[in-house]
């Protein structure tokens, strides 16, 4: 493992990161734009679609916990891991576009997302709602697909040894074979029924497994951090993205829009079978769960049906089990924290990080 210097005074912010990232992002994104305009403006218009809805939010905190974990490390500039920091931020956005389809969201960040925007370029030439829907869903496959790809073009453009590059970039593919794996357990559970899947489970694996445990170990493999230490890293991004989901799901139904740049009602409509739903079914009365059960996964739900069907959650006591699960998985993280090999200035900004993922509103 590299010599830490424990004199350093200074850390990289959340804020700096993200300005890093964005403006490495920026120009390649507009590269890609330009050279789909060259084989049809048709295409072009999938990639400015891409670009409007990267830049239309996103905390960047993927990237984030990347760089954080490399400079606890390495005296090295975590400028010489841009681009595979950058990667999982493209990876991330093909997840959402992906996600958002399969949850038949029309949102994120506040602004249509790419499903939606193709509903809007299509309306004119295709007449039939279902294949319009059908076709607009397409093109938003493939974006997702050209991020991907684009995520691991971008891996083996860092600067560090070739073994290293493939190790990060097999790292990148098993996050993704996990989170795709938790993806399909999620989505099935709407049908499958309660029992089908653990929450928990699809949690570290839709979750954790790309959006915390990735970027610690990716973080932790440029740096050349030690087994027992990329093990504790491994062991915390697990708990801080499970907790991470769990408030997310709280977000998903209790959460306010205008902050979440998403939809508040979906979960309620689509019947999503997560944690704060397994907890109200595990706690709820007879006469709660036959009300529930006349709410729960109904498309066309009134307004005053999804609020009465939120009521139940709370009344039920529901939204408060997962609170204080969520609360629990937050101490653990902060007693796996201490067992990092760090210094002060970064175990603090790892603990600020903790803070910021389990007790934020969007």
Not at 249 to 261: E, R, S, Y
Request: hydrophobic share 40%; glycine share 4%.
């Amino acid at each position: 493992m590299k010599h830490i210097d424990t004199s350093r005074k200074t850390v990289l912010a959340p804020a700096d990161s993200k300005i890093m990232v964005d403006d490495f992002l920026a120009p390649l994104l507009q590269q890609l734009t330009e050279d789909a305009r060259r084989i049809s403006p048709h295409y072009e218009t999938l990639w400015q679609d891409i670009q409007n809805l990267y830049f239309a939010g996103g905390k960047r905190l993927r990237s984030y916990m990347t760089f954080l974990t490399y400079e606890a490390f390495s005296d090295t500039p975590v400028a010489s891991i841009l681009p595979a920091a950058a990667a999982q931020e493209l990876l991330h956005i093909a997840m959402l576009v992906h996600d958002d389809i399969i949850d038949r969201d029309d949102t994120r960040y506040g602004v249509k997302n790419i499903a939606r925007q193709y509903l809007d370029h299509y309306e004119e030439l295709i007449d039939d709602p279902e294949d319009r829907r059908h076709y607009s869903s397409s093109a938003a496959i493939l974006a997702g697909d050209l991020l991907i790809t684009q995520s691991y073009i971008l891996i083996a453009e860092t600067q560090v040894e070739p073994a290293i590059v493939l190790k990060t970039q097999k790292l990148l593919a098993h996050a993704t074979f996990r989170v795709i794996g938790g993806e399909l357990l999620d989505t099935e559970a709407a049908f499958r029924g309660a029992d089908s899947a653990d929450p928990l489970l699809i949690a570290e694996q839709k979750t954790a497994s790309y959006s915390f445990v990735s970027p610690f170990l990716i973080g932790a493999t440029l740096a050349e951090v030690s087994p027992i230490q990329r093990n504790i890293l491994e062991k915390l991004g697990e708990q801080l993205g499970i907790a991470y989901q769990l408030r997310d799901d709280i977000l998903g139904v209790f959460g306010n829009k205008a902050k979440t740049g998403k939809s508040v009602d979906g979960d309620i409509k689509e019947g999503k079978r997560t944690l704060l739903i397994a907890e109200f079914y595990k706690l709820a009365t007879e006469s709660q769960l036959e009300e529930f059960s006349l709410l729960f996964g109904k498309h066309d739900a009134t307004e005053s049906e999804i609020k009465r069907a939120k009521m139940l959650l709370i009344d039920s006591g529901a939204k408060a089990s997962v609170e204080n699960l969520i609360m629990a998985y937050s101490e653990y993280t902060h007693e796996l924290l201490g067992s990092l090999d760090i210094d002060k200035i970064h175990y603090d900004a790892f603990s600020h990080l903790i803070d910021l993922c389990v007790k934020r509103d969007a």
